[in-house]
């Protein structure tokens, strides 16, 4: 069954630095990747996706991943982070080749940002 | 505003009472998911609708969760006699079939039960 794991459930940063969320997914066929951003009691924003295009993808908000399959990770970064930045992220999982949308979520990493 | 609208935004309710949650989702989409998330994790998979059709539950949707789509536009999630464990963000999702995947939330339902 595909899953993914996040590494580090809080990352702080100081606004400015470089802003790097890890993402390793298992799965048995290509898949399709996500990161979704989740401000307080609010719903998810998709940030950007992977869909077996372009290995590095450009999202919204300065933000980029790259898929590398070598390493199953698909981390998401972004160069100078801002203090409007902080919130939880999410890496998600979708199977859509069987024809069925579900994702599968990573339990998420908060983004915590000093000035 | 045209995205994904759910209501109540939050609910409490004292343990053993029902809750019904209505999610209208994006109007040319023709899937609607329904998502729980519990503090500190990430949301888990719960059902979902092709149209009017419920083709998946999630062994997470216990007996007392009943979710509706009558006419293939909003559906409602009804937990009956709720518990304290069914504290939760309920999360409403749609999309479209036979795209590259992304789903549109909602900015879901709180649901505290004492």
């Known amino acids: 069954a595909q899953s993914v794991t996040q590494l580090g459930s809080h990352v702080s940063v100081s606004e400015g630095a470089l802003v790097l969320l890890r993402c390793n997914y298992s799965?048995?066929?290509?898949?399709?990747l996500f990161w979704y951003v989740q401000y307080p009691n609010q719903g998810l924003q998709l940030l950007l996706k992977y869909t077996s295009a372009a290995t590095l993808v450009k999202g919204i908000n300065g933000f980029e991943a790259e898929f590398k399959k070598s390493e199953t990770s698909f981390h998401l970064t972004k160069p100078s982070a801002h203090m409007s930045d902080a919130a939880e992220y999410f890496c998600?999982?979708?199977?859509?080749?069987?024809?069925?949308?579900?994702?599968?979520f990573g339990t998420g990493t908060r983004l915590l940002v000093s000035p | 505003d045209t995205g994904v609208s759910q209501d109540p935004r939050h609910k409490i309710t004292k343990r053993g009472q029902n809750v019904t949650f209505r999610c209208d989702p994006i109007s040319e989409h023709n899937r609607l998911y329904w998502y729980r998330q519990t503090l500190g994790q990430g949301p888990e998979f719960l059902t979902y609708f092709q149209n009017e059709a419920q083709l998946e539950k999630s062994r997470l949707l216990s007996d007392r969760f009943s979710a509706e789509r009558p006419k293939g536009s909003f559906s409602t999630l009804e937990i009956q006699r709720t518990e304290q464990g069914d504290s939760a963000m309920y999360l409403c999702a749609s999309g479209l079939a036979g795209t590259t995947g992304e789903l549109f939330f909602g900015e879901g339902s709180r649901l505290t039960v004492l």
């Open positions: 998600a999982v979708s199977l859509e080749r069987t024809g069925f949308q579900k994702l599968v």
């Open positions: 799965s048995s066929v290509p898949p399709y």
